[in-house]
């Protein structure tokens, strides 16, 4: 592994445990070059899957770009960051489980969208408001209304 502070690729485990949902292994790692400490994490990969965009453009699915517009969604929630991980594995395991070697955005974002949903309201209002664009305070009205009538 490459040190992320001085680019020598002689580093060392000091130290391995899985991580509490045991989707991952956090791995302590140390330089032997500038003595920095850091962190990695292992994760099973099942199949290298596309993203295939409303565009017809397909780029591979990253799960960095997942959890990013996850934490985005849940920015200034009670949420802590262990459990967006654990919703971002949750929702690649699912994608995953699917079969499929392309996968289009919107089925990305139905998951995304329903994980939200069971996790924070405001968070999936967030997350909607992007992948149904809202293009008026109108169609930010309409679907908190209809979301309050499921809740009744």
Same mark, same amino acid.
């Given at each position: %592994?490459?040190?992320?502070? $001085?680019?020598?690729?002689?580093?060392?485990?000091?130290?391995?445990?899985?991580?509490?949902?045991?989707?991952?292994?956090?791995? /302590?790692?140390? $330089?032997?070059? $500038? !003595?920095?400490?850091?962190?990695?994490?292992?994760?099973?990969?099942? /199949?290298? %899957?596309?993203?295939?965009?409303?565009?017809?453009?397909?780029?591979?699915?990253?799960? =960095?770009?997942?959890? /990013?517009? %996850?934490?985005?969604?849940?920015?200034?929630?009670?949420? !802590?960051?262990?459990?967006?991980?654990?919703?971002?594995?949750?929702?690649?395991?699912?994608?995953?489980?699917?079969? =499929?070697?392309?996968?289009?955005?919107?089925?990305?974002?139905? &998951?995304? %969208?329903?994980?939200?949903?069971?996790?924070? &309201?405001?968070?999936?209002?967030?997350?909607?408001?992007?992948?149904? !664009?809202? /293009?008026?305070?109108?169609?930010? =009205?309409?679907?908190?209304?209809?979301?309050?009538?499921?809740?009744?």
């Amino acid at each position: %592994m490459r040190c992320p502070f $001085c680019g020598t690729d002689d580093t060392q485990v000091k130290d391995s445990r899985p991580t509490e949902d045991n989707a991952a292994i956090r791995r /302590r790692r140390f $330089c032997v070059n $500038c !003595d920095a400490r850091f962190t990695t994490f292992e994760r099973v990969q099942l /199949r290298d %899957m596309l993203v295939v965009k409303s565009n017809g453009d397909k780029e591979p699915f990253e799960r =960095e770009k997942l959890l /990013r517009s %996850m934490k985005i969604a849940l920015r200034k929630r009670p949420v !802590d960051d262990e459990r967006i991980e654990q919703i971002a594995n949750s929702v690649v395991r699912q994608l995953e489980s699917l079969g =499929e070697a392309e996968i289009n955005t919107a089925k990305v974002g139905e &998951h995304v %969208m329903a994980a939200l949903r069971k996790l924070d &309201h405001v968070a999936y209002v967030r997350y909607a408001s992007v992948y149904k !664009d809202f /293009r008026s305070p109108g169609d930010f =009205e309409e679907f908190v209304d209809t979301l309050k009538k499921e809740a009744d």
